[in-house]
């Protein structure tokens, strides 16, 4: 009989190993390598062993700075075998946040690439507290015990792994700082598991399937779901630049089912397809999150993909996900105007695992939770959520989770996204940008995603970001355009006299009187579709003076 109070994230992948073992459970198409689901259960026993053997053990957080790779994977499940807590920080996020990051977190051991252990030896990363190296794809001269010599050394046939409950801290998952300072949300083996049964359930995802994930965090979800990972040859921190052969060629020749891509992939690949007249076949749905996607990026991605497929959107943060999520069909036959006429972005109806409630807007933090905070339908506040799949709190940043999180006096934890939006009659909600974002005027307040959906339907505009100038109560609000680099784009005089006829015909728009071009928005590095409108507002500013 299976104890149930046991929960580890590891099992999903030998329970896969055992029904379907010589199914491939990675591809590295660039490489011409795959690694089945038997191997990859096997090798990652043995690197659990390995692990042990040099003293990492249950509850050691790990550092782990490794490319999408096999062994990125086996030594993961490894971790979560093993019961030690990997911790996850993009490296994007640049050489002094990686190294706050990693004094935040105080790893005892450091798992990378020659690369990364060069940088941790000549910038210090995590010198107090890292006592254990391993090096992968590299020799003992870069300073730490050879991966090759840990399988060596530690083989075994089957390695028990740890028997963790659903709270025991899983692994830590540093957010992209894309909204501030990148940090530490704690995700428990329970977490994890939800988000995995959640997943499941609510794409309708089965064994046998394959997989194209454009962001390695999500690539470690497919063994877990019993689906093949393709793995494209991309540059992972610049989606928006993919190469769309990189992404169409192997999703052809592979019969690819799924598929995640940040909307600035979905852009970039669309616009190549339709170019081309190149179709999809074999996707059943394609998976899009890190920021809203245009309906005209959905329309056009759509056009590649068979009847039956669809385009969903999930809604969620590295805090809680899923929380909610909508498809291409709803949005294209009603949501997506709406958006265009002011009334924000669709977000869908909450997942069955999820509740959400809208409450007032604060920067402060909400002391206990009461059922009076939420607000009525159509009324704008703070999205906040509570479920399995929420995180409960950041690693060793007390005022962080105060700030962010409201104790329920009935049990469990409520998350405030730090997002705002209303909810409908029909359940759905509706996302109207990032709190922080905001901008308070003499004649009140203005959310971003409301006001930029209107000048995004100019057709001459990609993208528009609101930022406001001044100190909150009496800001100006300005308008940031990136305009269609399509030749045939109109003089910017005459897009902005347009423009500005255009905000005049909706209340909470008529007051914007500028409007600044900018040749590309600063933006996020892990899905390139976040808009750095803190930057923008800072440019701005310095054209406006």
Not at 311 to 327: K, Q
Request: glycine share 10%; proline share 8%; aromatic share 8%.
């Amino acid at each position: 009989m299976i104890n149930t109070d046991i929960v580890n994230i590891s099992r999903p992948l030998t329970e896969m190993a055992r029904l379907q073992p010589d199914t491939p459970a990675i591809i590295f198409p660039s490489k011409g390598c795959s690694v089945t689901f038997r191997e990859l259960d096997q090798d990652s026993d043995c690197i659990a062993a390995g692990l042990g053997s040099i003293g990492i053990v249950r509850g050691m957080r790990v550092a782990l700075l490794v490319p999408p790779s096999p062994e990125l994977f086996s030594v993961t499940f490894a971790l979560f075998k093993v019961g030690a807590v990997p911790v996850f920080i993009d490296p994007g996020i640049g050489a002094r946040n990686m190294k706050r990051c990693l004094a935040e977190a105080e790893p005892e051991a450091f798992i990378g690439i020659p690369k990364a252990h060069l940088a941790r030896r000549i910038l210090g990363w995590g010198r107090k507290s890292i006592r254990i190296t391993v090096v992968i794809a590299g020799g003992a001269i870069w300073g730490g015990v050879p991966l090759d010599e840990l399988r060596r050394t530690a083989s075994v046939s089957v390695f028990n792994a740890a028997q963790t409950g659903p709270d025991d801290v899983a692994a830590i998952l540093f957010t992209s700082g894309s909204t501030g300072p990148p940090k530490g949300a704690i995700y428990s083996h329970g977490t994890f598991t939800a988000q995995v049964d959640t997943l499941r359930e609510l794409y309708d995802i089965r064994p046998g399937e394959v997989d194209l994930p454009t962001f390695p965090l999500f690539a470690l979800f497919a063994p877990a779901l019993g689906m093949t990972a393709l793995i494209p040859q991309m540059d992972f921190t610049r989606p928006g630049t993919v190469d769309p052969q990189q992404i169409i060629g192997p999703a052809t020749t592979y019969s690819v089912t799924t598929m995640f891509g940040s909307p600035a992939l979905l852009n970039r690949v669309g616009r190549y397809a339709a170019a081309h007249a190149i179709t999809l076949p074999s996707v059943k749905r394609v998976i899009s999150a890190g920021a809203p996607v245009p309906a005209a990026v959905l329309a056009r991605f759509a056009a590649m993909l068979p009847e039956d497929a669809e385009i969903f959107t999930p809604y969620g943060a590295t805090e809680a996900l899923p929380v909610s999520s909508i498809g291409s069909r709803e949005v294209l036959a009603e949501t997506g105007a709406m958006t265009g006429e002011g009334h924000g972005v669709c977000i869908g109806r909450p997942v069955n695992s999820i509740t959400i409630a809208i409450i007032p807007i604060t920067d402060t933090p909400v002391g206990i939770w009461s059922d009076d905070l939420a607000l009525p339908l159509w009324e704008v506040g703070e999205i906040t959520v509570r479920g399995p799949q929420v995180s409960t709190a950041y690693l060793n940043r007390p005022e962080a989770t105060k700030l962010a999180k409201i104790p329920d006096p009935s049990g469990g934890i409520w998350h405030r996204m730090g997002d705002v939006g209303y909810r409908d009659s029909s359940g759905r909600i509706w996302f109207c940008g990032r709190k922080a974002h905001r901008v308070i005027t003499s004649r009140g307040t203005l959310f971003t995603i409301p006001v930029e959906g209107i000048f995004n339907t100019h057709p001459a505009v990609f993208r528009t970001a609101l930022v406001g100038l001044g100190e909150a109560g009496s800001q100006q609000p300005v308008l940031c355009v990136e305009l269609e680099t399509k030749a045939g784009t109109p003089p910017q005089e005459l897009i902005r006299s347009e423009l500005l006829e255009l905000g005049s015909r909706y209340p909470h728009t008529k007051n914007i009187r500028q409007i600044l071009f900018h040749p590309a928005f600063p933006v996020d590095i892990r899905h390139n579709a976040k808009i750095f409108r803190e930057k923008l507002a800072v440019w701005a500013a310095g054209k406006i003076a």
